[in-house]
């Protein structure tokens, strides 16, 4: 018998982060899915049923982050750092946070127009959700599948980069095409706290 097998047999780490994680990741793809409807929609009561779905998903992250906390709490030997995970279960947990804001901000102040801009940053937000769920289904196999795992930190990356981009291009055209102040502060905060996501 090896070492590490024998250590593995004495001191064995919990698994019940992986699923937590896997759930987090749909959820923030659900959400995904309803920012890019959102962004489809045409009339506002459209846009405020989507935004009750985002509410719901945002809800539904803050319970699985509450459980994975938990079990954090109660786990003496986890299947990596405390604090990756911690730090794993806020960043998913802030992504969902930030859509729903953004989400929540266009339904209260109803801003005049629904650029491209929109669409385009929830485009990539839904791709690097799916990237996401992708590197967290790869999680307990990392070992054999590193380079996939590297693979979708790079298209991760990538996106965000584009994203940065599209923001920047966005703020261009907003600072020289709106004369309407109070409709500037408005897309300005809904485009910022989807540039966050």
């Known amino acids: 018998m090896k070492a590490n097998q024998l250590v593995s047999i004495l001191v064995p780490k919990e698994n019940k982060f992986y699923p937590l994680f896997k759930k987090q990741a749909d959820i923030?793809?659900?959400?995904?899915?309803?920012?890019?409807?959102?962004?489809?929609?045409?009339?506002?009561?459209?846009?405020?049923?989507?935004?009750?779905?985002?509410?719901?998903?945002?809800?539904?992250?803050?319970?699985?982050?509450?459980?994975?906390?938990?079990?954090?709490?109660?786990?003496?030997?986890?299947?990596?750092?405390?604090?990756?995970?911690?730090?794993?279960?806020?960043?998913?947990?802030?992504?969902?946070?930030y859509i729903n804001a953004a989400i929540n901000q266009s339904v209260l102040y109803k801003p005049k127009t629904i650029t491209h801009f929109l669409m385009d940053i929830s485009v990539m937000i839904h791709q690097a959700a799916l990237s996401l769920q992708k590197a967290f289904y790869l999680i307990p196999q990392i070992m054999k599948q590193s380079g996939k795992m590297m693979e979708v930190c790079i298209e991760i990356n990538a996106i965000e980069n584009e994203a940065d981009d599209l923001y920047r291009s966005f703020l261009i055209e907003l600072f020289e095409n709106e004369k309407d102040a109070i409709e500037l502060i408005k897309r300005k905060e809904i485009m910022a706290a989807l540039e966050e996501a």
């Open 28 to 97: 923030l793809v659900e959400s995904t899915e309803h920012l890019l409807k959102f962004a489809q929609a045409t009339t506002w009561e459209e846009r405020e049923a989507i935004y009750k779905h985002i509410k719901s998903c945002e809800t539904q992250g803050d319970d699985v982050t509450h459980t994975i906390f938990n079990e954090l709490n109660k786990t003496f030997i986890t299947p990596f750092d405390r604090e990756d995970i911690q730090l794993l279960a806020s960043k998913m947990d802030d992504v969902l946070d």
